[in-house]
């Protein structure tokens, strides 16, 4: 008997999904509806183009830098019960800001991250104000959520492919509660129709790179590059990338394609050696270029309460931008708290 329903089967719904189980909700009374599941491919599913790492891309508002914590130091449970395998796993990492970042985002950050060392060597800063270096966490994008879904089906988790037109459609006889994690859906999902929610579109461009074994970062003013080994991938390393709003292209251009291939090969040259094709940008081995967008939102991720009619309940929970597997499970914590408050909210 269906008790709960998410709506989504991203990142963010297999995420609250684990922490309903977590929470001591009985599998069975968990229904996941999703137009898109892991294995699908379309420009309104966003998780699998993510990248994906844990990085320092978020903001330094209270509730975020506490939804990376939260997640950075438990991704351990889920990868102990998923297995190692299943697409998740540490690599270190470097980040440098051309700008000193936030005081509170430092302090933060210094409080939990494993292996944390600023970086003082100029070289190494090479003209950036501030520089970090810590073991990060790694994800095989479409790799992991495959496995994800496999495990909470193992549970006894339902999973049903379906489009919503509206939130009330969720609903069965039984449904007490339902999530909504419809990300970039939920700008029009009837019942829901958030026009605070917006794109934030990226390219990133696929190589193969057996010899990367390590995560770097550069984050400026207008731009944002990034290099990310993606675990259990047969040596595949995510180039990247663009962060632009409200742009809702799927495409992807060559004009990009070029500029992250130089902008990633200046940041972490040994990218060129051991390059099958020598030691050009050009004679790299592009595996793949893919565009994703950011399910954004004005105001931040919305993670709130309603009640909805005859004491049913309705759960938000999107909006995790370009930080959903970095953040997600925070959040997802959060959601889940208030979707087991019972009534008193
Ligand atoms: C290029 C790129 C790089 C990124 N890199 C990183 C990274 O390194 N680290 C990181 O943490 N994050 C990264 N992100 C961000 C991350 O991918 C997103 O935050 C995350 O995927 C959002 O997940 P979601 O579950 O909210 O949305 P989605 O993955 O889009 O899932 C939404 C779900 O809702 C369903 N849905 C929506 N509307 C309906 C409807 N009407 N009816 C039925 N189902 C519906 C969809 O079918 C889908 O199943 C990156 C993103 C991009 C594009």
Not at 143 to 164: P, S
Request: hydrophobic share 35%.
């Amino acid at each position: 008997m269906t008790k709960y329903v998410i709506v989504g089967s991203g990142i963010i719904g297999l995420y609250t999904t684990f922490q309903l189980l977590e929470h001591h909700i009985a599998p069975h009374e968990i229904t996941v509806i999703a137009e898109y599941m892991p294995g699908d491919e379309s420009i309104n599913y966003t998780s699998p183009y993510a990248g994906g790492n844990f990085s320092c891309i978020t903001g330094d508002d209270p509730d975020t830098l506490e939804f990376d914590k939260y997640t950075y130091l438990n991704l351990h449970r889920i990868q102990k019960v998923l297995g190692k395998e299943a697409g998740l796993d540490r690599y270190p990492s470097v980040e440098l800001w051309d700008r000193r970042p936030a005081p509170e985002k430092i302090e933060s950050l210094s409080s939990y991250l494993d292996q944390y060392d600023v970086i003082t060597e100029k070289d190494e800063l090479d003209g950036a104000e501030f520089g970090i270096r810590f073991l990060s966490w790694n994800f095989n994008c479409p790799k992991f959520l495959a496995n994800f879904q496999k495990y909470l089906e193992k549970q006894g988790v339902r999973f049903v492919k379906k489009r919503l037109s509206h939130i009330v459609q969720a609903y069965g006889p039984s449904t007490k509660t339902v999530i909504n994690c419809s990300g970039i859906g939920a700008r029009t999902l009837g019942g829901v129709e958030d026009k605070q929610v917006y794109p934030t579109r990226g390219q990133v461009v696929v190589i193969k790179a057996p010899h990367i074994m390590e995560n770097k970062m550069r984050w400026g003013d207008d731009y944002a590059t990034y290099i990310i080994k993606r675990p259990y991938s047969h040596d595949q390393l995510i180039l990247g990338g663009f962060i632009q709003k409200d742009n809702w292209t799927g495409d992807t251009f060559k004009s990009e394609t070029e500029d992250i291939l130089n902008r990633t090969t200046t940041l972490l040259p040994k990218i060129l050696l051991k390059n099958p094709g020598g030691d050009k940008v050009e004679d790299l081995e592009i595996l793949r270029v893919a565009a994703g967008l950011r399910p954004s939102r004005h105001g931040g991720a919305r993670i709130e309460r309603e009640s909805f009619d005859e004491g049913k309940v309705l759960i938000h929970n999107y909006g995790a931008s370009g930080y959903g597997y970095q953040a997600g499970l925070g959040m997802a914590y959060k959601a889940v708290q208030l979707a087991v408050a019972k009534s008193k909210l």
